[in-house]
């Protein structure tokens, strides 16, 4: 008869037990696999919104018809994509965002007018970033500050 008193705790523990291992099994996957392919899927969807738009603010800053022109343009970034810091820059008239996570790091394409000398510089995440025209003999000069 003293058996039986133990039963009912037993059987207790044992669902409990596999609650526990049930959750922890569950949670293991969703972080070994659906969550970080998330995070870097939305981090590249991010990536792409941001260089989208800096390059927009970038071809929107040089005046349409002017070549005389000194212009400073505050450019407004995220502090981090998909959870760390990452780098804007300009290479060959594309505009390159460098992330640690390859899968989060894009490119776009700088559409700007002939007058525009050149385009350089680059801008770090965390930082105020800024456009800087400036008028050489031969055109404009655009920096990334």
Known sequence: MADRAMSPVVGKAMEATLVVLYIGLVTTTLYAGAVPEYRASAGGE???RTLSDAATDIEA??????TDASVRVDVDLPPTIA???YRISVNEGRLHLEHPNPAVGTSVPLVVPDRVDSISGTWNSGEDAEIHLTSTESGIEVTLE
């Open 83 to 85: 959870g760390d810091a």
């Open 46 to 48: 991010v990536a792409e």
């Open 61 to 66: 800053a040089i005046p349409p018809t002017a």
